[in-house]
């Protein structure tokens, strides 16, 4: 779903990027109100989880490979719109420096798995968990089903993105500038992958996590719904330290990443120029947009995590989780700077977590 450079025109690119800005700026003045600087870290970690989690690719029966993203999980814990920020981080941090993804498509990429997947996933989640506890088994299978959901809304735009390129962007003879997909061959190819295996597997780790939190750490799935209440057991219960447990999953998830390398063949509109098969969208060249600008941005620091080498993949791996969570921490930094007092205002008007647990254990 990492729409390459070369495949949107500067047209379609510019759109996107219009869209996201005023998108990317009430994400940084509301991630400030719905996560508190103490909870900084969770999004640093949610945003290393999003990049290390797209580099596992799965195989699809057709040949091509699709990948879960885990923006649907972040909105859930966090919200969407720190989801939004978390998610757009881990895709800048793939374009700039794996290749993965277009400098010139980013915003279209965000769009797509930054904004539309985590805003429909996190409300199918608390559509289906309306007057439920935060313990209750339905926010278990509600947040995989909001997840899967999530994700194939995503792909399905991503879809549409592709297949109106031909119809929007030709020559006159009506050869293709930029993708040369239609939308009869776009919507089929990534819906497929999405709709069989990506979103179930999306829906399967959203789901997994939330179960385990319900276990381990209920007050942090608090986080995000302050006002739904708690049982007494799990109040009492001591919880895991999240930051410490997500840190050890995220480094067994880097040492394993290379088993992404397993998966045969590419994404579905990922490939190469020199990789297209041009008979079967019946070209005699590549589109000559396509061809002119797939080689945008040439300053990637390992491309394609280092071009099927497994301790390569392993050091991109751990390279963009250090990155994406200073980036993180970086950005949540200067957002603090520019508002000045606002956060501590805003801190000492929230009672920490541990008080609104033990305000619901009192009500219970």
Request: proline share 7%; net charge neutral; glycine share 10%.
């Amino acid at each position: 779903m990492h729409i390459p450079d070369g495949y949107l025109s500067p047209q379609t690119s510019a759109v996107f990027g219009v869209a996201m800005l005023p998108l990317w700026w009430q994400s940084a003045r509301l991630v400030k109100k719905v996560v508190k600087s103490r909870y900084v870290p969770l999004v640093a970690l949610g945003a290393a989880f999003s990049f290390v989690v797209m580099m596992f690719n799965i195989p699809i029966p057709d040949g091509t490979t699709a990948h879960a993203v885990g923006g649907g999980l972040i909105a859930i814990l966090l919200g969407p719109w720190a989801a939004c920020i978390a998610v757009s981080i881990a895709l800048l941090i793939q374009a700039l420096f794996f290749g993965d993804g277009g400098i010139l498509a980013f915003p279209a990429n965000a769009f797509n798995m930054a904004v539309v997947l985590p805003f429909v996933s996190y409300w199918v989640y608390r559509l289906l968990t309306r007057n439920t506890a935060l313990t209750s088994g339905r926010r278990v299978w509600a947040g995989a089903v909001g997840a899967y959901v999530g994700l194939n809304v995503s792909a399905l735009a991503a879809a549409i993105e592709f297949g109106v390129q031909p119809d929007l962007f030709h020559k006159a003879d009506g050869t293709p500038l930029y993708a040369p997909f239609h939308l009869s061959q776009t919507i089929p190819a990534m819906m497929l992958a999405h709709l069989v295996i990506a979103g179930v597997v999306e829906g399967v780790l959203t789901g997994g996590v939330v179960a385990y939190l319900q276990r381990a750490n209920v007050p942090l799935l608090r986080i995000n719904a302050p006002e739904v209440p708690l049982t007494q057991d799990e109040v009492t219960r001591k919880p895991v330290s999240p930051v410490r447990a997500a840190l050890v999953t995220l480094g067994i998830m880097a040492v394993i990443s290379p088993l992404g390398l397993l998966a045969p063949g590419g994404a579905f509109g990922e490939d190469a120029p020199e990789d297209l098969d041009l008979a079967k969208y019946h070209l005699s060249a590549v589109p000559e947009g396509l061809q002119k600008y797939t080689d945008f941005w040439g300053s990637t620091l390992l491309p394609d995590y280092g071009g099927g080498s497994w301790w390569q993949y392993i050091l991109s791996a751990l390279i963009g989780v250090v990155v994406v969570a200073a980036l993180v921490f970086g950005i949540t930094w200067l957002i603090g700077r520019l508002r000045g007092g606002e956060r501590e205002a805003a801190d000492l008007d929230t009672p920490p977590v541990s008080s609104v647990s033990s305000t619901s254990a009192a009500r219970s």
